[in-house]
């Protein structure tokens, strides 16, 4: 049973550690959400101990800036954990990665500041990569705009990394984008490699969980994604806390009830808790 509550204070004393989902719980991109960064200098004012985990194509490091540049105090996160930074440690530690790569980002440089340290070469030349990194999509442009790309790449039988596996992502105005996680779909449904990093896969679950040194069932997850945050939470044996007023606000009414039964249809687990924002 999914139960709808007013404020995350009222129930943070049952758990060791919270964490947050990024886009669609803290902020839209552009903006902190009104009642966020008060709610969690509250909860750190009392010990409660806050981490993010975002499925960003960046690293660890410009995402807390990016957070901090919004209005959120640096000192209340303990961990800033991303599906990026999970990928460069793998690159970092792996001699069987590729190291000629492809880049997709989101804004031109990312994936330069992404492979700082690393020895690998970004090339833009299809027919010379060895993989493709997808970490964004440059906003409205859809799956469709790299289909060229994605046909040579299946040609030549490259995998591709995918270090933000969200379908969809929010934006000001409750207006919704096109992530790399569909077009990593895109090219799976097509019989290509895919690698994805990120939510609901388990691994980088255990990775901040381990950092934490928390048992699963004392941590929240606090996200916006049935099928991100909450699958991958309730997997870990995590608690799990919907906020509605996220990438499912259309079809929520901050009841829990519509929750629930949004679950059921999609085939996700239902969250132990919803609320409409973070507050």
Known sequence: MTKAIQSIANIAHQFDAIVLDQWGVLHDGSAPYETAPACLSDLHSVGTRLAVLSNSGKRAVPNASRIASMGFAEEIFEIVMTSGEALFLDFQISSECPRKILPIERSEGDA?????????????????????????LPDGMGAEAFDDVLQTALSRKLPLYCSNPDLTSPR???????????????YEDAGGTVHLYGKPHLPIFRALEAKL??????????????????????????????????????????????????????????????????R
């Open 112 to 136: 330069l500041d992404w492979a700082q340290g690393l020895d690998i070469m970004l090339s833009h030349d299809i027919e010379d990569a060895e993989t493709i990194l997808l970490m964004g």
């Open 172 to 186: 000001a105005g409750g207006a919704l984008v096109v992530s790399p996680g569909a077009l990593a779909k895109t």
């Open 213 to 278: 040194n928390c048992a699963p069932d004392r941590i929240l997850m606090v996200g916006d994604s049935l099928h991100h945050d909450i699958q991958g939470g309730a997997n870990a044996g995590w608690k799990t806390l919907l906020i509605e007023g996220g990438i499912h606000e259309a079809e929520l009414d901050g009841t829990g009830q519509r929750a629930q039964r949004l679950a059921d249809v999609e085939g996700t687990p239902r969250a132990d808790f919803t609320m409409t924002r973070l």
